[in-house]
């Protein structure tokens, strides 16, 4: 019997990836249980310098089967598959547009710590 204690999984991560025309790619992870803010002021968890971005545009509420993303009254709106939307789930391969940031959405499993 061994005395070392085996790595625990890590669990699911979803990953939203941006390729901005001229910029540098943005990739933001979110594991089960996280709630994160996204918008272009330094109050938001997570910021994205956009111009149409509201300071705080939306949260994320990351969950073991879903994503959740929740517009916070955004002067410009948060889109899901190109349809504004208020509150939705997002899933593996769905795009979330905040702004003129398209954000593709992916769900991984994560390897194990160690």
């Known amino acids: ?3 070392a204690a085996e790595p625990a999984p890590l669990g ?3 990953q939203l990836r941006a390729d901005p025309q001229g910029g540098r790619a943005a ?3 979110l594991r089960p249980d996280m709630v994160r803010t996204l918008g272009r002021a330094t ?4 910021v ?3 111009p149409l971005l509201s300071r705080v545009h ?3 509420t990351a969950h073991a089967d879903m994503l959740l993303v929740e517009d916070l009254r955004s002067t410009n709106g948060t889109y899901v ?3 504004r939307v208020e509150r939705a789930a997002l899933g593996d391969g769905d795009r979330l547009t905040v702004g003129r940031v398209e954000f593709a959405v992916s769900r991984h ?3 194990k710590a160690g």
């Open 81 to 83: 598959n190109g349809r």
């Open 43 to 46: 109050i938001a968890d997570l």
């Open 12 to 14: 699911p991560e979803w």
């Open 1 to 3: 019997m061994s005395s």
């Open 58 to 60: 939306c949260r994320l």
């Open 109 to 111: 499993s994560a390897a």
């Open 27 to 29: 990739v933001l992870r």
């Open 48 to 50: 994205v310098d956009a």
